[in-house]
């Protein structure tokens, strides 16, 4: 007898985090389809369990008719790398184990990668036990993001990583990748296996409804997690250089994150003017924030491994139609600069980042309503939420019918 279609959904995050799986998880609802996630006790970005959710070695909560069985989560692991790394260990463990006792249910996996791809085991066991279909959305490349977290690249760690690598890709029926130069990447490990470009839409629905007023007459804007990974040192230095001969600009940052304190003292020590740290927003009031800024910042290290990488908050940028500044090498400061939707700067240079908040300031209003006419067009050819969904539901439903 043929078993109903039933998908288990894998991930590190899913609601009350906010992560782009809840929307495809409740697309999905809408459209009747049969599924659970797996997942672990809501904890990102503080690395501590949310109010109203315990951390048990096993339970079911429910995010509107959607069953999600959690396990524990080490807690602190935005502080420790060492405790990271439990967690990877921890998400193999716990995950195993309840897979154990309800993975034959389901006959089809889709695992949402956005950390460690260790989180892919039991979608593989799941494979091997059960035979289920399997399907990953990859939205972080490993083994590059380990040796971009400081562990040192040896031959030892090589060969363990590139060969646990393979096994995961090796033994997926579906990939899909948020990142088209990730296709390149993975194909190393799995030479010819079809991988399919599938990016992240934005989930901010830009609707401005109340008049946030912010405290500069120009204001450029960085929204997102605060990490070192976000080089946001060199941004708030470039800003300094800049900021002294234009005082009537500020730079606000929104937001939380790891690297957030170091980052206001860099800011006190150096004595670095009109940096506006507005704290963490929620979503619904993200569209206020951004219809009060000029100009939008996105920026990451320059690490090799970022510049195939096109962060989340691009799509969220680009419907606001606001100019946006990449302070970043590789792929999004070639999109921004190649549809003319803003400038990009060097991201280890303070003085091009210096020239680069300057050029804004030079704009006319024409150059402005051309980039927010490119913005529309990129959204529509490349971003569109509607054709992605559709993308990944080919693959993840109605290829295994």
């Known amino acids: 007898m043929k078993r109903k279609n039933k998908a288990l959904v894998i991930g590190e995050a899913f609601y009350p985090e906010d992560f782009i799986i809840n929307d495809l998880s409740q697309e999905w609802e809408k459209e009747g389809y049969d599924f659970e996630v797996l997942t672990r006790a809501p904890s990102y970005p503080f690395g501590k369990v949310y109010q109203g959710y315990k951390n048990k070695i096993y339970q079911t909560t429910y995010f509107n008719t959607i069953k999600i069985h959690r396990f524990p989560v080490w807690q602190g692991y935005e502080r420790s790398v060492l405790i990271k790394v439990l967690n990877y260990f921890s998400f193999v463990f716990w995950s195993f184990w309840v897979i154990l006792f309800i993975g034959r249910r389901f006959d089809r996996v889709f695992i949402y990668q956005t950390g460690p791809l260790t989180l892919a085991t039991a979608g593989i066991l799941m494979k091997k036990f059960f035979g289920a279909k399997v399907t990953i959305w990859t939205q972080d490349l490993w083994p590059e993001t380990v040796y971009a977290y400081g562990f040192k690249k040896t031959k030892f760690l090589s060969f363990c990583l590139d060969g646990f690598v393979k096994w995961i890709y090796k033994n997926c029926d579906s990939i899909l990748v948020s990142c088209e130069g990730f296709i390149e990447r993975i194909h190393r490990y799995v030479p010819g296996k079809e991988i399919a470009f599938a990016p992240n839409w934005s989930l901010v629905e830009y609707e401005p409804r109340e008049n946030v007023k912010l405290p500069g007459e120009f204001n450029f804007t960085f929204a997102g997690n605060i990490g070192k990974v976000q080089n946001l040192d060199n941004v708030v230095k470039g800003f300094g250089l800049f900021v002294k001969q234009n005082p009537t600009a500020y730079l606000n940052i929104i937001g939380d994150g790891s690297y957030l304190n170091e980052l206001k003292e860099l800011v006190r020590d150096e004595n670095i003017q009109n940096v506006n740290f507005t704290g963490r927003k929620p979503l619904s009031e993200m569209s206020d924030y951004y219809a009060a800024s000029d100009v939008l910042i996105i920026s990451l290290k320059n690490v090799s491994l970022y510049e ?43 003085e091009d980042i210096a020239r680069g908040f300057l050029r804004f300031l030079g704009l006319s209003s024409a150059e402005k309503e051309r980039m927010s006419q490119s913005a529309t067009t990129l959204l529509s050819n490349v971003f569109n939420r509607q054709q992605i969904i559709e993308k990944i539901n080919s693959y993840v439903w109605d290829r295994y019918e």
């Open 308 to 350: 195939i990488m096109i962060p989340s908050k691009f799509q969220a940028y680009l419907m606001t139609q606001k100019p946006i500044y990449a302070i970043m090498s590789g792929e999004v400061r070639k999109v921004v600069e190649r549809y003319e939707i803003g400038f990009g700067a060097l991201p280890d240079n303070i």
